[in-house]
C-alpha cells in the first residue's frame, strides 16, 4: 500500500517511498524497458533493492516519489543534486529531474502529471531556479516529454552513452524558473 499522498497532480499522486513499495520498485527496474533507457545493466535483486531503498530513495537531500494512479504505484520520480551538474548544486538551487514509468502504464499521461507536479514543487515550494535532465539521444519519448514541459536542448555529449550495442549522445535538457513562469 502506497504511503500517504504529498502531492497531487491531475490524475496521479506522488507519494514518499515506503518499505512496502520495494518490491514494486524491484519489479520495474527489472524490467528491461525501464533500465535499458536508464543506462542501468546490472539486475537488482532484493539485496541490492533494499540497499537502493536505504541509500538512495530515502534520503533527506533528495525527494523521491512514488508515482501512483488511484492507490496503484505506476512509476518514480525523483530531484536529485545533479550527477553532471556544477558541484555546488544546493548554492545555485539547482536540482536533476529523473523519471520512469512502469512499462504497463506508457500511454496514459502519467510521465506528464507527474513531471508537471513535481517541477511546480521544484519551483514554488524547494524554491530552486533550474532543473536539468540528461536523457540519451536513443530515448525519443523522453526527450519529446522535456520538451513538452518547457526544458530546453542546452547541449550534447557526444558517444557518452552505451545502449544496445552502439554509443549514443548524452543530452543535456535545463529549465529555468522564469522559463516554467512564462509558460504558467
Do not use: K
Not at 73 to 90: A, D, K, M, N, R
Not at 125 to 141: I, K, V, W
Amino acid at each position: 500500500m502506497p504511503g500517504p499522498v504529498f502531492l497531487g497532480g491531475e490524475t496521479v499522486t506522488l507519494r514518499p517511498i515506503e518499505r512496502d513499495d520495494i518490491e514494486f520498485v524491484q519489479r520495474v527496474m527489472n524490467d528491461p524497458a525501464v533500465w535499458r533507457p536508464a543506462l542501468g545493466i546490472n539486475p537488482t535483486n532484493d539485496s541490492l533493492a533494499e540497499e537502493f531503498f536505504e541509500e538512495v530513495l530515502t534520503t533527506e537531500q533528495d525527494v523521491h516519489c512514488l508515482v501512483c494512479h488511484d492507490e496503484t504505484p505506476v512509476g518514480h520520480v525523483s530531484l536529485t543534486e545533479s550527477q553532471y551538474g556544477p558541484s555546488e548544486t544546493s548554492r545555485a538551487r539547482c536540482a536533476e529531474l529523473a523519471y520512469w514509468i512502469a512499462p504497463e502504464h506508457h500511454g496514459h499521461g502519467y510521465a506528464t502529471d507527474a513531471n508537471e507536479t513535481i517541477i511546480e514543487y521544484a519551483f514554488l515550494d524547494r524554491n530552486l531556479r533550474r532543473l536539468s535532465a540528461y536523457p540519451g539521444s536513443f530515448n525519443e519519448a523522453s526527450v519529446a516529454l522535456l520538451e513538452s514541459l518547457g526544458f530546453q536542448h542546452e547541449g550534447t555529449e557526444r558517444e557518452a552513452v552505451w545502449y544496445r550495442g552502439e554509443y549514443y549522445d548524452r543530452l543535456c535538457y535545463g529549465l529555468l524558473r522564469s522559463e516554467w513562469q512564462q509558460r504558467e
